[in-house]
């Protein structure tokens, strides 16, 4: 382990994933504050999403304490207690909010607690086999619910709310399913040809599907601001300011174009005075 930390190809790739995962934390970080601090969004689903937010945002700095240990000068060796207390909670943090997505939880599980160093190669395939059952299940879950919704649909009770929601949720499980799916595919590729590649050839690989993996991660925050319309509209009246130069005329001067037909309608139909002095 010191020699790997001495090599300056094991620290760029450090570096590289751990600031790829920080792009996530920035972009978790403004959900959690958008729903924290709008009030459009502390429905029960939408504060199941900032919880899942809070969750994936431990996750992503979970690599933060590992990063440290690499890039410190010397043995850098600190005693696992100390360890063990920095990162409970990063740690428990991302397996509670994936618990609410089990595949990602299981997929975590493993990469955290059976690194491919600690297993054998036994215990690596039950391991696989167990994650591609949740895969399964999780899958079989979403695609009862999208049929639960086309009969709604059929028998005419469907609303658009509820289709908002699952059409939100479904993108965020696909993008994912799809990458930890394409991720656990790389990898299982990787490992099968690492015979014919050399080691540093193999750090360039896996540090590609880290990228990736941790990108597609990321991606559904930006993804959510877009598909769902009260996560937009939320994001820009917290952040205001980033939309300063974007023309708001038309909504500033809605209430006096309202209160100015409101006028002219009433002087319109006004009923005539009635002139009640005696002469």
């Not at 690194?115 to 999780?138: E, G, Y």
């Not at 299982?188 to 590609?208: E, G, H, P, W």
């Not at 300011?241 to 006028?263: A, D, E, V």
Request: hydrophobic share 45%.
């Amino acid at each position: 382990m010191s020699e790997a930390r001495e090599s300056p190809l094991v620290r760029t790739i450090w570096v590289i994933n751990t600031c790829v995962d920080q792009i996530g934390t920035v972009l978790f970080a403004i959900l959690i504050i958008t729903t924290i601090k709008q009030k459009r969004l502390h429905g029960t689903c939408h504060l199941l999403l900032g919880i899942y937010a809070v969750c994936s945002l431990l996750s992503k700095i979970q690599i933060l304490l590992p990063f440290t240990l690499i890039m410190l000068p010397g043995s850098g060796k600190i005693p696992r207690l100390y360890c063990a207390l920095i990162q409970i909670i990063p740690v428990g943090g991302s397996m509670n909010v994936f618990s609410l997505m089990l595949v990602i939880g299981a997929d975590r599980i493993n990469v955290k607690c059976f690194a491919t160093d600690w297993t054998a190669s036994d215990d690596q395939n039950l391991i696989q086999s167990i994650i591609l059952v949740l895969i399964c299940l999780t899958s079989l879950c979403y695609i009862l619910m999208f049929f639960k919704l086309l009969y709604e649909q059929w028998k005419g009770k469907a609303s658009a709310q509820r289709k908002a929601i699952f059409r939100t949720l479904a993108l965020i499980m696909a993008i994912q399913i799809g990458g930890y799916t394409l991720t656990s595919i790389a990898y299982n590729i990787v490992m099968r040809i690492s015979s014919k590649f050399s080691a540093d050839d193999l750090q360039y690989i896996t540090c590609a599907v880290n990228v990736m993996s941790s990108l597609s991660s990321s991606l559904e925050v930006p993804i959510l601001f877009v598909v769902s319309t009260e996560h937009r509209l939320a994001f820009k009246s917290e952040f205001s300011w980033l939309f300063r130069n974007s023309p708001q005329t038309n909504t500033n001067n809605i209430p006096n174009i309202t209160s100015q037909i409101n006028t002219n309608f009433v002087q319109k139909f006004q009923p005539p005075k009635i002139n009640t002095l005696v002469h």
